[in-house]
């Protein structure tokens, strides 16, 4: 049974395309979180939510909306895709968003490939 | 601001001997401090994690890491390598308050038949 999920694996689209990642968890977590791994293997923070609100926007620009329709989703929508957003995107979430809670589960990711 | 330093962005050992992967932090509060591992095509797993009371942790697998407070550090070892340990590894740093965890540049760990 799959903690935390992330649909599709792999996304390979064009510049300037529209593209949504879709993440769910059934762990009853609050706090759920985007994150961008780049091909040098580091991994950045983008978004987290807290019970569906907006916590961190980690200077993302703004063709990424990220929207939680409840506790247990938090998609991903990008718009007008660049080269630069190639990456693996993984999802994850914890059981609360303060220190010791902070324990994070994440999915399988999301390789996207713009070309 | 709290931060995490990885050194070596490679490590190789050979199986059978002792692994040891480095980790400094910089917290002006309490730190709570993760491990994870990353297989290959797969995502993050926590290996151990440091929040209060012993210094010396102990994970899956068999890798522990120690919280030395005066040298900033949270190493992670373990005694005896094996094949499957072979991944990438990932120190964190957690801040208390808040909704933030942020990663070391990771370590990529070899062993060697």
């Known amino acids: 049974d799959t903690a935390v999920s992330q649909t599709p694996k792999y996304l390979v689209t064009q510049m300037g395309n529209d593209k949504s990642i879709k993440c769910e968890q059934n762990?009853?977590?609050?706090?759920m979180y985007w994150y961008k791994q780049d091909s040098k293997k580091f991994l950045k923070i983008m978004f987290s939510?807290?019970?569906?609100?907006?916590?961190i926007n980690e200077t993302v620009p703004n063709r990424f909306s990220p929207k939680s329709p409840d506790k247990a989703h938090l998609n991903l929508h990008i718009n007008s895709l660049e080269l630069g957003d190639s990456a693996v995107y993984f999802c994850?979430?914890?059981?609360?968003?303060?220190?010791?809670?902070?324990?994070?589960?994440f999915g399988p990711g999301t390789r996207l490939t713009v070309l | 601001a709290q931060s995490v330093t990885q050194l070596g962005s490679h490590v190789s050992v050979s199986e059978g001997a002792l692994v040891l992967l480095r980790c400094n932090y910089s917290?002006?509060?309490?730190?709570?401090l993760f491990w994870y591992v990353q297989y290959p095509n797969q995502g993050l797993q926590l290996l151990l994690k440091?929040?209060?009371?012993?210094?010396l942790v102990k994970g899956i697998n068999g890798f522990e890491a120690e919280f030395k407070k005066s040298e900033t550090s949270f190493h992670l070892t373990k005694p005896s390598a094996h094949m499957s340990d072979a991944a990438e590894y990932f120190c964190?740093?957690?801040?208390?308050?808040?909704?933030?965890?942020?990663f070391g540049a990771g370590t990529r760990l070899f062993v060697k038949a």
């Open positions: 939510y807290n019970n569906k609100e907006l916590i």
């Open positions: 440091y929040t209060t009371g012993a210094t």
């Open positions: 762990l009853g977590h609050d706090t």
């Open positions: 917290s002006s509060v309490p730190p709570y």
């Open positions: 994850a979430s914890s059981l609360a968003g303060g220190g010791p809670y902070n324990e994070q589960f």
């Open positions: 964190a740093v957690s801040d208390p308050g808040g909704f933030k965890t942020i």
